[in-house]
């Protein structure tokens, strides 16, 4: 069985971390090479995994060429998902991008374009797209449990990007403000803010619920915090010629919801002409109301069974049986969530509604 090499690259976003996790622990892969500008980002990958001198590199070109990839992932700031896809592709190998898809959607059609011209699969991962809940909630609305979807609410966020690290590793009060003026997290440069980085998880699982429909037009207000220049709430609403849908995401939350369920709980609802279905992340069970039986009852979540665990193991078996990516992490649903956010974002720069751009 072919032995998938995977080289990490980029690590400005602390998933990169979770990733490489996801990739040690696959039996058909390893990882053979990490790359970041900054050789201190990498010690805790590092040390996690065993890396040896000749496998960390601070250019990503000596990387790619000396430890010859059969997949790249990327986790670059939002804002610079484009130029390091640019950089990569002509290596001819496969990309992982982890989320947001880009940090504007002119960016987000220029990776699709890079990674056409290089003629290899580029993937956006979502992490809520593992989750057992999300996952059951697709199959119900499927199935026809609730009829035609005609409502998406999601409320989406954490404490803050800086209260952990990767493998949820929490952070103090005095590491997260210390990081805070530094971090691409909180600058509107490169990508930052709960807009940007984290409603792009309710856009696009959303758009995957109705089925790819995109909405008519966006009405999106932002918070607009004392001292910061990106956001840390949102609220859009997109109308859409079926009805009306909700995407709400706050940084600062009172606590994370993968610990202890804040107020507002984080997750999904879906409301559909003959019911309703409720996903609160990391809950293994959703809650269902139909016609038939319109008290609220629970429903276990299906065990999510190989090969859609996590996103590595997912593309490596895209990649390795030539099965096209699908849902969410598709460049295809990930581009109409985008289509949301840029939307949004001149929505709430503007103060108006604003129809779909293109």
Known sequence: MKR???????????????????????????????SDEQSKRMDEAR??????????????????EKTKPDLIVLCPA???????VDKVAPYGVPVMVEKPFAGSLGEADAMVAAMRKAGKELM????????????MCKKL???????????????????????????????????????????????????????????????TIGTWFQGG??????????????????????????RYAHGLSKVE?????????????PQPKCGFVVCGTHGTLAAWNYDPFITVQTRDKKEIHEVTADPVVAPYQDPIQYFVHCLATGEKVSG???????????????????????????????
């Open 78 to 84: 939002a804002a610079r998902h484009g130029e390091w």
């Open 47 to 64: 040390r996690n995994f065993g890396l040896t001198d000749a496998q960390v590199f601070t250019d990503h070109r000596a990387c790619i």
């Open 141 to 203: 609305i499927d199935a026809g449990r609730i009829g035609d979807v005609l409502e998406v609410h999601s409320y989406g966020g954490n404490r803050g990007p800086l209260w952990h690290g990767a493998d949820k590793l929490e952070k103090t009060d005095a590491q997260v403000q210390a990081e805070k003026p530094a971090s691409w997290f909180y600058k509107k440069s490169a990508g930052g803010g709960s807009l940007q980085d984290y409603a792009g998880y309710g856009t």
């Open 328 to 358: 969410p992490v598709s460049v295809e649903i990930s581009r109409i969530g985008q289509q949301i956010i840029d939307t949004a974002a001149l929505s709430a720069k503007e103060k108006r509604t604003v129809g779909l751009l293109a």
């Open 4 to 34: 998938w090499k995977i080289a990490g690259i980029n690590f400005d976003h602390f998933h990169m971390g979770d990733l490489l996790r996801m990739a040690a622990n696959h039996p058909d892969a390893q990882i053979v090479g990490i």
């Open 249 to 261: 995401t706050r940084w600062g939350t009172f606590t994370d919801p993968w610990i202890t369920q």
């Open 213 to 238: 429909r995109k909405p008519l037009e966006v009405t999106c207000v932002v918070d607009e915090p004392a001292g910061l220049e990106v956001d840390e709430h949102s609220i859009i609403i997109a």
């Open 124 to 135: 956006i991962n979502w992490p809520l797209a593992w989750d057992p809940g999300i996952r």
